[in-house]
């Protein structure tokens, strides 16, 4: 039997989340918000991948106070306004899927938000141009040519925390069954683990402990506040000699673990143009291997995994619990339909859908679905 279509619980406090396979969207930006709030842009979007085949599908980021925002088309979550467009969409959507367990990502986006549109070029914005006040660890710009942010005080630490809370507490609100907390790609949580942009001289810099520890002072305290399924999403490599490896993402999950993550979702880089990625297929996986054997954390491998026999093999090899994907997803919406095709798996559908496909994969819909007329 194929591993990618074998159940999997993601433990938890409430009992753990049973998914029907090892499938999981990864949090894709859709730079369609109004104001914060998602719009039917996000109804169609979460619609098409709720009917995946996947196990779990994640919200992108999802930004926990107004200046946390990638760009000011990105989707928030930190008033009774943003929260009730989410909820409101979230719910259409749901009718118009299979059941599906969800998984939101918080993000505060540090020095990398007040940005443009990436196909305007992903610029900061100024003032003029609708941008605001950005923050980070230390006053250091992304780029050399970016005005740096604001140096974090400990009441700014302090603010931010307490919104991942708050926002925690609004996704569970609404029935979401899990939470990703974003640590990766150059963001705020990023910026403060990486030697790159965090150069304090306190209690959070300089030292390894020094600068895991507003991560998990964050994460603790959204612990406290959320049952469900808790995880992290981090760049295991800056790809900068130096900087922020893979032995002290190792370390950092047996951390973040002993704190209450139930999964570490692995990703790289986003902190520096200087970094030097060696692009590949499934690039990343090797760093998803080594933070599982170490840590032992429910560990989700992303990057660059495109082929359902790739999928499968990365499980039957041992190098990660489930298997998350991206463009692939935007590109083809029912890529797990064609993964069980391939791999002789069995995926939930609409029953609107049940005689949509071709003869010789009709199994794929399970035996509920088959003899549909």
């Known amino acids: 039997m194929s591993k990618l279509f074998t159940p ?21 930006c859709q730079y369609a918000a109004n104001h914060g709030e998602a719009t ?19 919200i992108e980021a999802t930004a926990v106070v107004p200046e946390g925002r990638i760009t000011p088309a990105c989707l928030g979550l930190w008033d009774d306004r943003t929260e009730a467009a989410l909820a409101d969409t979230l719910q259409r959507a749901r009718k118009l899927a299979p059941p599906v367990p969800v998984c939101i990502q918080l993000a505060h986006a540090g020095r990398k938000a007040s940005s443009a549109l990436p196909w305007a070029g992903a610029q900061l914005l100024s003032g003029a141009q609708g941008g605001w006040e950005t923050f980070g660890p230390s006053a250091l710009p992304q780029l050399a040519s970016e005005p740096p942010p604001t140096e974090m ?18 996704a569970d609100r609404m029935g979401i069954e899990a939470i990703e907390l974003h640590g990766a790609h150059g963001y705020l949580i990023h910026e403060f683990l990486s030697p790159i942009a ?13 600068r895991i520890r507003f991560p998990l002072e964050i994460f603790a305290a959204m ?57 590949g297929a499934g690039y990343q996986v090797p760093f998803a291997r080594d933070i599982r054997q170490s840590s032992g954390l429910p560990t989700i491998a992303v990057g660059l995994i495109t082929d359902a026999h790739q999928a499968e093999a990365v499980l039957q090899a041992g190098e990660a619990d489930l298997v998350a994907l991206a463009r692939a997803f935007l590109y083809e919406p ?40």
């Open 8 to 28: 999997y619980t993601l433990p938890s406090p409430r009992g753990g989340l049973l998914l029907a396979n090892r499938i999981v969207v990864a949090p894709m």
């Open 198 to 210: 965090n150069q304090r001289t306190d209690d959070y810099g300089g030292s390894f402990d020094n």
């Open 40 to 58: 039917d842009w996000h109804l169609m979007h979460w619609g098409n991948l709720l009917n995946s085949g996947a196990a779990l599908f994640t």
């Open 334 to 373: 029912r890529w797990g339909w064609h993964a069980a095709a391939a791999l002789g798996g069995e995926v939930v559908a609409k029953e609107n859908y049940w005689r949509c496909l071709p003869r010789e994969v009709q199994a794929v819909f399970g035996k509920v679905a088959i003899g549909v007329r």
């Open 223 to 279: 612990r406290k506040a959320f049952s469900g399924v808790l995880g992290i999403r981090i760049s295991a490599s800056d790809w900068i000699e130096g900087a922020w490896d893979v032995a002290q993402s190792a370390e950092f999950a047996k951390r973040i673990k002993a704190v209450g993550c139930d999964f570490i979702h692995v990703s790289s880089g986003g902190i520096s143009p200087a970094q030097k990625i060696a692009l």
């Open 153 to 170: 005080t400990r009441a700014h630490m302090d603010h931010v925390r307490d919104a991942f809370v708050v926002a925690a507490q609004r």
